[in-house]
């Protein structure tokens, strides 16, 4: 089995390291990613300036291709170029730091995911909380076994797989549930100060918001313990809307 890993955490990421090794127990697997962290750069990609691509030695005798570019460049690059072969599965991870609710849409993680699943491979975003010392291999280790049992399935036309683990340094985790994308983000505040010259600058900042809108959500399983599995679709049309506005009156 041919595999891409990659993330948005940068190539050198212990996230990534963590992913990489529990993934050679799959197959052959072929680590392309960004550079620096691309943390919440969403589905971006690099239109205006060309993308540079390095081989790194990621120590243990292995190499991987830096790129400098967004996750989504890392896998185009990746399927359309660089890999001799289609992957036959994409795995984004470990994130450092849970990808939930709305959070799903800002991140990189998710997106190098879903531009594999553009691509019609089996693709897995794979995520755990952040703690004080984090437990990357042990979250890697409850990943994959979620991932064998996804690359069974087959091929998911249209759709990928979500995973979020725990900060496992807290405990075990309480076991693991399918659930739903919450559609609640974070309580967020912006952080205004002045700089030595000054001028006010601003700083986003916030934590998950308490109430959840459902216990069938990933942000509210997440917060009791769960290791979270969530099937994401990339189709983001209003299937429920389309047959009333049919009825709408629309003309030139
Ligand atoms: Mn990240």
């Known amino acids: 089995m041919r595999i891409l890993a990659t993330n948005d955490d940068g190539i050198m990421a212990p996230g990534l390291a963590a992913m990489r090794k529990a993934l050679a127990l ?46 989504a460049d890392c896998v185009k690059l990746a399927i359309l170029e660089l890999m001799p072969e289609r992957p036959d599965l ?62 069974q399935c087959g091929a998911w036309h249209g759709a990928l797989l979500n995973v979020n683990v725990p900060d496992l340094a807290a405990g075990p985790p309480a ?39 459902g216990a069938d959500t990933d942000v509210s399983a997440f917060a009791q313990g769960y290791v979270t599995v969530t099937p994401l679709r990339f189709d983001l049309t209003a299937h429920d809307r389309i047959e009333a506005m049919r009825g709408w009156d629309l003309r030139l």
């Open 26 to 71: 799959m197959g052959e697997v072929t680590v392309v990613a960004p550079t620096t962290s691309q943390s919440a750069v969403s589905h971006s990609i690099s239109l205006n300036q060309p993308v540079l691509c390095h081989r790194i030695d990621l120590g243990d005798h292995t190499e991987g291709y830096g790129v400098e570019g967004s996750p």
């Open 90 to 151: 994409v795995v984004s991870g470990v994130n450092l730091g849970a990808n939930l609710g709305v959070n799903v849409l800002y991140s990189g993680t998710v997106a190098a995911a879903v531009e594999g699943a553009f691509y019609g491979v089996p693709a897995v975003a794979v995520s755990t909380g952040s703690g004080e010392a984090v437990d990357f291999e042990g979250a890697a280790r409850i990943a994959l076994s979620v991932i064998e049992q996804f690359i």
């Open 175 to 213: 076991g693991v549930r399918v659930v739903r994308q919450s559609m609640k983000g974070w309580d967020e505040t912006w952080e205004g100060r002045l700089d030595p010259r000054g001028r006010t600058y601003y700083w986003i900042t916030g934590k998950p918001e308490a109430e959840d809108d």
